[in-house]
């Protein structure tokens, strides 16, 4: 990839036009998205079973506002084929090919070339380096500290 493909694409995104700004919403969206999932699998021991339940119980509820207050009963009844079959949403993120600028791919392949063949550990610091310094380009120094906060607090190990 050449410089002027790489810079377009950060020009591209700069938190003053609607794709930077989208880019830092998305990123912080993400964060929360990680932060969840990693508590999520913490969860475990007595009470932790039917307290996901719950959790599935009031989302499908949420989804389905024709419910009534009493969703619990509902869906033991009335929603039960519905909430049996409820689909699992994919987050489009993960998929390179939905709503990305041209440079998109290229500079992920220029990622991935470089990475390939290195160590997780060198792969992680140099990914970390970019990330903060992508978020404190595109939003400031306080949302690149929120982005070290979470990277220190939830290593890759947790996932």
Same mark, same amino acid.
């Given at each position: 990839m050449t410089?002027? /493909? !790489?810079?377009? !694409?950060? #020009? /591209?995104i700069r938190i003053s036009s609607?794709?930077?700004? *989208?880019? $830092? =919403? =998305?990123?912080l969206a993400h964060i929360d998205i990680l932060k969840f999932a990693a508590d999520w699998l913490r969860l475990a021991g007595r009470g932790s079973r039917n307290l996901k339940t719950m959790f599935y119980l009031h989302c499908f509820a949420e989804q *389905? @506002?024709? $419910?009534?207050?009493?969703y619990q009963a /509902? $869906?033991?009844t009335t929603h039960k084929?519905?909430?049996k079959t409820w689909p699992v949403l994919i987050d489009p =993120?993960? #998929? =390179?090919?939905v709503n990305r600028s041209r440079p998109f791919v290229h500079v992920l392949e220029e990622l991935s070339v470089r990475f390939k063949d290195g160590d997780i550990q060198c792969n992680h610091k140099h990914s970390t380096e970019v990330l903060l310094n992508l978020a404190r380009i595109f939003g400031s120094v306080g949302v690149a500290a929120h982005v070290r906060q979470f990277l220190?607090?939830? @290593? @890759?190990?947790? !996932?």
């Open positions: 410089n002027s /493909a !790489f810079s377009s !694409f950060l #020009n /591209a609607p794709r930077g700004s *989208h880019w $830092i =919403v =998305v990123l *389905h @506002p024709d $419910i009534g207050d009493d /509902a $869906i033991k084929d519905d909430y =993120v993960w #998929n =390179v090919s220190d607090a939830y @290593p @890759p190990e947790e !996932f």
